[in-house]
Each structure stands twice: as structure tokens, then as C-alpha cells.
């Protein structure tokens, strides 16, 4: 005990000059390669981006470049195509969202208690969130074809569909094959991070309450629930920006269509850019899209604060 | 009695429902197999049975052999594998920073990393590439994983913190007393110790990198250059007709993910909760 003293004495009195700014600037020495990578692929080009927004950049017109004000914006406002997709926005996010919530849950739920072979289980149930986006979006996309797929089969025999087709070129089914499909591949991320939140509930809270009496169904409500309810809010709130974002599947299978059925703004975005080479214009979505993402993440860290404080 | 009968009812009900769960996650990735192997002759008349009569390794054997998808498949390891390595000696360093240092800019630094996570990447796809073409890293794996790199490296500072915040500071500090500069400290007591966590990260953001689509899709335009998601996708728009082959190649997209998730899978519940639910 008497020792330790001694040895910080010494530690201290070896400090130099030199020595204390090599201790000052250590830390910047850890994070420089992370935050010059993040500048200069991630912050540069999002503030080239948002200049894009008020040029005229397209790809293939040599001549474009020019500087046109507002004039992507006037476009946007009468662009039916983008309204269309917000509306595609949303109906995605909040649909995915809820599926994915409500499937996670009880997955996780099914998953806390120890049971014979739950190690087995667990990987095969989590499994599909290791298969990579593409490969699921097209995976669905082929279950959904009548002709190798057994979907349309299966719901014309239970009279869901009236004959067997395939539901991503019917323009009022469409939606559905990307949310199946996202629904499927989103479970195990939110059953993962409720597992988590539920194994660290404390057990003899649980014992306590049956003890005195509480039922299953009492004991979820009253100790899960709020348990839960930090890591709910905050998983949920962070998925609902990070699926708005989320164009992959939408791009392999549908790609929009059809008759932009399916377009939500992050794929209308990445539709005028890769096919349209229209780096303007999409640039301009894009900043409606991040403005309306930041105002809701505004929203997000208010709610966080007001739980801390809790 | 009742609550024996209760019990049992109840166990009939979780056992059901993860009979459920199991078969939703698996039917799709069985189906894929079951078509990859179903000889073009069988696909049609026998669409919905559950197994071919008579199953062939045909399509593989095509896809191997006369495709370009081994080509693909090595692209994709480079720049996964890659990109994997290089994000988790960053991530490490910045992670171990944020564990065990207090220093100005902390919070921003946090605040720039999770506004990384929220907004919309594909709104950078079109500056990225206007800013790589002049740069020759366009059509290049070596872009990609410039790319990838920056992209994986937040999420991946945030996983490897919670690893090193697991790590009692009395090490590192008592090698330090003992005369090691910290980086040494670091480097041969600390991360040793980590190495689940840095297999776990190496995992993700293989995982990761190997699904990406869109920057892939933008900045690589010549076939020889190309990643599996991009080479399958093109093949199923060319060749829409030959389920078997493309069914064939989608199975092989899947083995490598498939061997990094069983790796990772026990570190799946602490490590995605702290990467995730952190911010």
C-alpha cells in the first residue's frame, strides 16, 4: 500500500517537456487515421454533394456544371415522382419497422429462457442476417416468381392472390416483396439487441415478483416492459432512419417499379445518379432527404436526454 | 397439476413458435439450394416439389467452370478482406482511444461518428465518384476499399471500445509504471486480450463489405473489376432465364458470409448491442 505513492513519485518526476506534449497530443495520435478517413471519404464529399445540389451536373453533358440557384428545388416541388416516393417512404420505413420490431421481440423473448439446443437455435434464427443484402433481395425475388418461386403458389391455394403471380409487377402488391424480404433479413438485429437488454434484467426481480404473486403476463408488463423500454426506443428510432436509408433490396428487386410503385427517395436518389447520371438533381434529393433525417435525429436526441434525465 | 398442465402447454407453445422462426429464416436459403441443384430439365415440371427427383451439381459445375463468377468471388475477397484488416487496425487504435483517453474533441469526435451512422450514404455516391475518376479509383478494387474502409470505421470504433472498456485500466498501467511507453502497453498486453473483439470486428465489416452494392454498382463499370454482388446482379439482368446458374452463384455468395457468422455468432449479442445501442 505504502509503495504505490512512491512509484507515481517517481513516474512523475520522469516527465519532460517533450514527454508531457507527446502525453498531450496521444490521444490524437489514436484517432488521427479514423478521422482523417471519415473527412476525406465521408465529409468532403458530403459538402462537394450539397454544392452539387445548386449546380447543374450531369454526367454525360459535358457542358453542364453551371451554377442554377434554386432551380433543382423548383423542380423537385413539381416533381410527382418525388412526392410519390416520400409517400413510398414512409409506408416502407414504418411497415419494415413495426414487422421487424414485433418479430424480434418475441424472438427474443422465446430466446431468453435456457433451454435444451438454444445454442443451435440461435444461430440458425440470427442466420439470415448474415446473408448478404443482394443476395436476400434476390433470394425473395425469385420466391416471389411464379415460375421457380413457391409463394404464388402457396397464397393463390390460400386464396391471398387470385391466381398465382408474381406480386412485384402487380403496382398495388409491389411494396410487400421488399418489406418480406427486409422483414425477413431485419429480425435477428433487433432480436439480438433485445436478447441483450433482456439478459442484463437482474433474475431476482422476476422471483420476487412471482413470489408475490404475479403471472407471466403481469411480470412482462411490469418488469420487462420497462426494462426494455430505453432500448426499444432508442433501437427503433435508429433503425427507422437507418431502413428510410436503406435502398438495397428495393434496387435488386424491383428497381422502382413498377410504375415507381416502389420507389422510396433513397433509391429515387440513387436512380438519378447511377442510371440518369443526373449528379445535380440527385444531390438535391438528397439534401431534402438528409434535412428531413436531420430534423427527426433532433428529435431522437431530445428524447434521449429527457430519458437520462429519468 | 394445473401448473404442470400449464407448463407443458406452454413449453408446446415456445417450442412451436421457434419451430416457426427456425423454418422462416431457413426456407429461403433452402430454396436457393434446392433450384441450384434442380437440373434445367426438372425446373419447370416439378416447380413447387420440395427436393428434384433427381438433383445435379450441373449448375455449379457451369458456373465454376465457364463464368465469370470465380473472378467475382476473388475481387470480392480482396476488397472485403482487405477492407476488413485495414478498418480494424483504425478502429482499434481510435477505439482504444475513446476507452482510455479523456481529450478535447471527445464529444465531437462521438458526435461525428454517429452522424455518420444517420445519414444517407447514397447521397455520396455521386461526389465519390466525380472525386475518384480523376484519380484512376474509379474501376478499381483499391477505391472500393478506400470507400469501404471509411464507411466501416465508426461503427467498428464503436464495437472495439466496448471491447477495451471490458479491459481493466490496471494493466496497461502497471506495464506503464514499469517503464513500457503505452503504445507498447497497448500493443502487447491490452490487444492480445481483445482478440475476440477483434475477431468479431474483422467479421462484421468482412461481412459488410462483401454485401455492398451501390458504391460497387457506381464505381466499378468494367467486368474485370467487378464484386460477386455486382457480377450476380448484372448476370440475373442478362441472363434473367437461367435460374439454376444464378441460383448456383447466389449459394456461393453465401459461404463466406455464412463462415464469418458462425465464427462471430458468439460475440453477436454483446457486440452488436454495444455497437449499436451506444449512440
Given at each position: 500500500?505504502?509503495?504505490v505513492?512512491l ?7 520522469k516527465?519532460?517537456p ?10 490524437y ?5 479514423s ?9 468532403v464529399?458530403?459538402?462537394i ?10 454526367l454525360?453533358?459535358p ?7 434554386l432551380?433543382?428545388?423548383?423542380t423537385?416541388w413539381?416533381d410527382?415522382?418525388f ?5 413510398n417512404?414512409?409506408v416502407w420505413?414504418?411497415a419494415?419497422?413495426v414487422?421487424?420490431?414485433?418479430f ?9 429462457n435456457p433451454?435444451?439446443?438454444r445454442?443451435?437455435?440461435?444461430a440458425l434464427?440470427f442466420?439470415p442476417?448474415?446473408v448478404?443484402t443482394?443476395?436476400?433481395?434476390l433470394?425473395?425475388?425469385w420466391l416471389?416468381?411464379?415460375v ?9 391455394a ?6 398465382p403471380?408474381n406480386?412485384?409487377?402487380?403496382p398495388?402488391?409491389?411494396m410487400?416483396?421488399p418489406i418480406?424480404?427486409n422483414v425477413?433479413w431485419?429480425?435477428p438485429?433487433f ?14 426481480i422476476y422471483?420476487?415478483?412471482s413470489i408475490?404473486g404475479?403471472?407471466?403476463?403481469r411480470r412482462f408488463t ?9 432500448t ?14 436503406f435502398?438495397?433490396l ?9 410504375a415507381?410503385q416502389t420507389?422510396?427517395?433513397s ?6 445518379a447511377?442510371r440518369r447520371?443526373?449528379?445535380g438533381?440527385?444531390?438535391a434529393v438528397?439534401?431534402v ?8 435525429s ?7 436526454q429527457?430519458m437520462?434525465k429519468r | 397439476?394445473?401448473?404442470?398442465a400449464?407448463?407443458r402447454?406452454?413449453?408446446f407453445?415456445h417450442?412451436?413458435?421457434?419451430a ?11 430454396w436457393?439450394l434446392?433450384?441450384?441443384?434442380t437440373?434445367?430439365d426438372?425446373l419447370?415440371?416439378?416447380g ?7 438433383p445435379s451439381?450441373a449448375h455449379y459445375?457451369?458456373v ?5 463468377f470465380?473472378?467475382?468471388f ?5 476488397v472485403s478482406?482487405?477492407?476488413a484488416v485495414?478498418?480494424t487496425?483504425?478502429a ?6 475513446m ?7 471527445k464529444?465531437w ?5 454517429l452522424?455518420?451512422q444517420?445519414?444517407p450514404?447514397?447521397m455520396?455516391v455521386?461526389p465519390?465518384?466525380?472525386l475518384?475518376s480523376?484519380?484512376?479509383l474509379?474501376?478499381s ?5 478506400i470507400?469501404?474502409t471509411?464507411?466501416n470505421?465508426?461503427?467498428a470504433t464503436f464495437l472495439m471500445?466496448?471491447?477495451?472498456d471490458g ?5 496497461e498501467e502497471?506495464?506503464?509504471?514499469d517503464?513500457?511507453?503505452r ?6 498486453i491490452i490487444?492480445?486480450?481483445?482478440l475476440?473483439?477483434v475477431?468479431?470486428t474483422l467479421?462484421f465489416?468482412?461481412t459488410?463489405?462483401?454485401?455492398e452494392?451501390l458504391?460497387?454498382l457506381m464505381?466499378?463499370?468494367?467486368a474485370?473489376a467487378?464484386t460477386?454482388?455486382?457480377?450476380l446482379?448484372s448476370?440475373v ?7 439454376g446458374?444464378?441460383?448456383?452463384a447466389g449459394v456461393?455468395a453465401?459461404?463466406?458470409a455464412?463462415?464469418f ?10 457486440g452488436?448491442t454495444a455497437?449499436a445501442?451506444?449512440g
Open positions: 500500500m505504502t509503495t505513492p512509484y507515481e513519485e517517481s513516474a512523475h518526476r516527465h519532460t517533450w514527454r508531457r506534449i507527446m502525453l498531450a497530443v496521444e490521444p495520435i489514436y484517432i488521427a487515421p478521422v482523417l478517413l471519415i473527412t476525406m471519404i465521408m465529409l464529399p458530403l459538402v454533394g450539397l454544392s452539387y445540389a445548386f449546380r447543374d451536373i450531369q454525360i453533358n457542358f453542364s456544371g453551371g451554377f442554377i440557384g432551380e433543382h428545388f423548383r423537385l413539381t410527382a415522382a412526392w410519390h416516393s416520400m409517400k417512404t414512409l420505413t414504418f419494415s419497422v414487422l421487424q420490431f414485433a424480434g421481440l418475441v424472438l427474443a423473448l422465446l430466446l431468453n433451454f435444451p439446443g445454442g443451435i437455435v440461435q434464427v442466420l442476417w448474415a448478404p443482394f443476395l436476400s433481395g433470394n425473395w425475388a416471389f416468381n411464379p421457380v418461386g413457391p409463394l404464388p403458389h402457396w397464397m393463390a390460400l386464396g391471398i392472390l387470385s391466381a403471380e406480386i412485384l409487377s402487380d398495388s402488391l409491389a410487400w416483396g418480406a424480404a425477413w431485419g429480425i438485429f432480436a439480438i439487441t433485445l436478447l441483450a437488454a433482456l439478459q442484463s434484467i437482474p433474475q431476482d422471483e420476487a415478483a408475490d404475479a403471472g407471466p403476463w411490469d418488469i420487462t416492459l420497462p426494462f426494455l423500454a430505453p426499444i426506443a432508442i433501437t427503433v428510432l435508429l433503425r427507422t432512419v437507418w431502413i428510410a436509408n435502398a438495397d428495393i434496387i435488386v428487386m424491383t428497381n422502382g417499379g413498377p415507381d420507389q422510396i427517395v433509391s429515387y436518389i440513387f436512380t438519378q447511377f447520371l443526373d449528379f438533381y440527385a444531390s438528397a439534401m432527404l438528409l434535412i428531413l433525417l436531420l430534423a427527426y433532433f428529435v431522437i436526441i431530445l428524447l434521449r429527457a437520462l | 397439476m394445473k401448473s404442470s400449464y407448463s402447454s406452454y413449453r407453445l417450442y412451436g413458435l421457434l416457426f422462426y427456425v423454418i422462416f429464416a431457413l426456407f429461403p436459403l433452402y436457393l434446392k433450384v441450384s441443384v437440373p434445367n426438372l419447370y415440371s416439378e413447387i416439389r420440395l427436393w428434384p427427383s433427381r451439381l459445375t457451369f465454376l467452370a465457364h463464368s465469370d470465380p473472378l467475382f476473388k475481387n470480392s475477397v480482396i478482406g482487405s477492407t485495414l478498418v487496425l483504425v482499434a487504435l481510435s477505439g482504444y482511444a476507452s482510455r483517453f479523456d481529450f478535447r474533441g464529444m469526435l462521438v458526435g461525428l461518428m452522424v455518420t444517420m445519414f450514404l447514397v455520396l455521386a465519390i465518384f466525380k475518384f480523376p484519380l484512376g474509379t474501376n478494387l483499391t477505391g472500393l476499399v470507400v469501404y471509411a464507411f470505421v465508426p461503427f471500445q466496448s471491447f477495451f479491459i481493466p485500466k490496471d494493466l502497471a506495464a506503464m509504471i517503464g513500457a511507453s503504445f507498447r502497453a497497448f500493443q502487447q490487444l492480445p486480450l481483445t475476440p473483439g475477431a468479431a467479421g465489416v468482412f459488410a463489405a462483401w454485401s452494392l458504391f460497387a464505381l466499378v463499370s468494367k474485370g467487378s460477386f454482388p455486382v457480377g446482379l448476370f439482368s442478362k441472363f434473367s432465364v437461367d435460374f446458374q444464378m441460383m448456383a456461393l453465401l459461404i463466406p455464412c463462415l457468422f458462425l465464427l462471430i455468432q458468439r460475440y453477436l449479442v454483446q452488436l455497437g445501442v451506444k
